[in-house]
């Protein structure tokens, strides 16, 4: 059972900076950061294939966000910056089978194993 754990949530004020370490226990997979804000559905935030060559980001985080991996400690990052209340959410990290290392999907559904979320708070 491939099991994700994130880590790196937490308070911090408008403009300051987090960066999200999501650990894999296994396997190169290509990786999606989502998020998922009280009261509203879950949404996307990056993806990443296995290589690390391809990138995708939603609108939002465009300028803002980085997502990277270390693929020898079998880790993804999500670097924030320029953070602002409305980034206020649980985040969570999701992995892909491994055929489908060289795909970004932008949908929950593309997915097939999650970490448990880790809350970012943004304070104005």
């Known amino acids: 059972q491939v099991q994700l754990v994130e880590s790196g949530g937490g308070l911090v004020q408008a403009g300051g900076s987090l960066r999200l370490s999501c650990a894999v226990s296994?396997?190169?997979?290509?990786m999606g950061w989502f998020r998922q804000a009280l009261g509203l559905e879950r949404e996307f935030v990056a993806g990443i294939v296995r290589s690390g060559t391809t990138k995708t980001y939603a609108d939002f985080a465009k300028g803002r966000f980085t997502i990277s991996r270390d693929n020898a400690n079998n880790t993804v990052y999500l670097q924030m910056n320029s953070l602002k209340p409305e980034d206020t959410a649980v985040y969570y990290c999701?992995?892909?089978?491994?055929?489908?290392?060289?795909?970004?999907?932008?949908?929950?559904?593309?997915?097939?194993?999650w970490g448990q979320g880790t809350q970012v708070t943004v304070s104005s």
């Open positions: 999701a992995a892909r089978k491994l055929g489908f290392g060289a795909t970004i999907g932008t949908r929950g559904p593309d997915y097939d194993y």
């Open positions: 296994y396997g190169s997979r290509a």
